[in-house]
């Protein structure tokens, strides 16, 4: 039996001081290329449930920002999960980093912010899952 790695890359550009989503652009990684991600009825379900961890992290990212008073310019999330061939998630990695135009990214906000990412609805429904990792980070546009 052997683990397998899925990933998703999320660009976003935003506008004004809530940090509203101006344009969005998801990749996944499929046999080591990356493609357009395209949510459809006909995408896999582990996709969709991956999908589904990204966009609630971001939510959570890009609003707990704007509620620090950063506002952001862009910002990029790669979302990483191995799970068994039963796919079964042993490790959980979602890091998040964001170019901002307007505030202060001290440490104390970049954990406060990373730290309520894991209070996603879809976060705090997940199992325990043995290897998590959840992250933001900020620099100056």
């Not at 971001?58 to 068994?84: P, W």
């Amino acid at each position: 039996m052997s683990d397998t790695t899925f990933q998703m890359l999320l660009q976003s550009s935003y506008s004004g001081d809530e940090n509203e989503i101006a344009q969005l652009h998801v990749e996944h990684l499929v046999e080591d290329n990356w493609q357009e991600f395209d949510l459809t009825i006909y995408t896999p379900g582990f996709d969709v449930f991956m999908y589904a961890i990204l966009t609630c992290q971001h939510m959570y990212f890009r609003k707990n920002a704007a509620e620090y008073g950063l506002t952001l310019d862009s910002g990029e999330g790669l979302l990483t999960v191995i799970a068994s061939e039963h796919r079964d998630v042993g490790t959980l990695n979602v890091e998040f980093k964001g170019k901002y135009r307007k505030g202060e990214a001290t440490k104390e906000i970049v954990d406060s912010i990373s730290a309520r990412m894991a209070l996603c609805p879809v976060s705090i429904n997940l199992k325990t899952i043995p290897n998590t990792h959840l992250s933001a980070s900020f620099e100056a546009a």
